[in-house]
């Protein structure tokens, strides 16, 4: 059993800069390949980012790549997401969630993934 606690989540205006993180107790998060989503109101969950058990791959939605990155401490068991430039269309609930290591090719969807965090509002003004 994996418990994630994301926080740093906030206010922010467009343009500006927020950084989640997203611990872990119970396991050991390197034995875990993991990524964040995100649900804005009335939508469905929306994949993010994701990245390879020891950080060496790391794979992105194309509406946030080259603004946010995602990265990780092993040591600390801990994920972050580094979002810059942000946009009002950022605005969401995000979660952390564990995907077991294999490569999968579905990365993006919900289901490849087995325990989630409670999320964190980030909203961005305009």
């Known amino acids: 059993q994996v418990q994630l606690v994301e926080s740093g989540g906030g206010l922010v205006q467009a343009g500006g800069s927020l950084r989640l993180s997203c611990a872990a107790s119970?396991?050991?998060?390197?034995?875990?390949?993991m990524g964040w989503f995100r649900q804005a109101p009335g939508k469905g969950r929306e994949f993010v980012a994701t990245i390879s058990r020891l950080g060496s791959t790391t794979y992105y939605a194309d509406s946030v790549k080259g603004r946010f990155t995602i990265s990780r401490d092993n040591g600390k068991n801990t994920v972050y997401l580094q979002m810059n430039s942000l946009k009002p269309e950022d605005t969401a609930v995000y979660y952390c969630?564990?995907?077991?290591?294999?490569?999968?090719?579905?990365?993006?969807?919900?289901?490849?993934?087995?325990?989630w965090g409670q999320g964190t509002q980030v909203t961005v003004s305009s």
């Open positions: 119970g396991r050991a998060l390197s034995n875990y390949a």
């Open positions: 969630a564990t995907r077991p290591p294999k490569y999968s090719e579905n990365y993006y969807l919900p289901r490849e993934y087995d325990y």
